[in-house]
């Protein structure tokens, strides 16, 4: 099982920026995915995550209205739109998947991805 995460880099405050997370090694129908982040210094945080379906959609405050997770399940793969990015918003990004339905909590998640690179300048 793996988790790929990708399409981080580096943009000015105020930018966009979209991750991608592929899936592979099983299906994963009925997995929920989750984006967790992890700023220098600071502890792993939720920072969005969807149902398989969809019909769910959760977000941390931080990026509410900001940020959007969406998925195309036919190629198990999820995105994070992230929208009006601030300096604040750097940080290690990981997907992250689970069975059943979607957490904010990461102790719940089974399979990590490695991580990529967001860094947000001012």
């Known amino acids: 099982v793996q988790l790929q995460a990708s399409g981080g880099g580096l943009v000015q405050a105020g930018g966009s920026l979209r991750l991608s997370c592929v899936a592979s090694?099983?299906?994963?129908?009925?997995?929920?995915m989750g984006w967790f982040r992890q700023a220098p210094g600071k502890e792993r945080e939720f920072v969005a995550a969807?149902?398989?379906?969809?019909?769910?959609?959760y977000y941390a405050g931080s990026v509410q209205g900001r940020f959007t997770i969406s998925g195309d399940n036919a190629k198990n793969t999820v995105y994070l739109q992230m929208n009006s990015l601030k300096p604040e918003d750097t940080a290690v990004y990981y997907c992250?998947?689970?069975?059943?339905?979607?957490?904010?909590?990461?102790?719940?998640?089974?399979?990590w991805g490695q991580g990529t690179q967001v860094t947000v300048s001012s």
């Open positions: 992250a998947a689970r069975a059943g339905g979607p957490s904010t909590d990461q102790e719940r998640y089974d399979f």
């Open positions: 090694g099983r299906t994963f129908s009925g997995y929920a």
């Open positions: 969807r149902s398989w379906s969809a019909d769910r959609t």
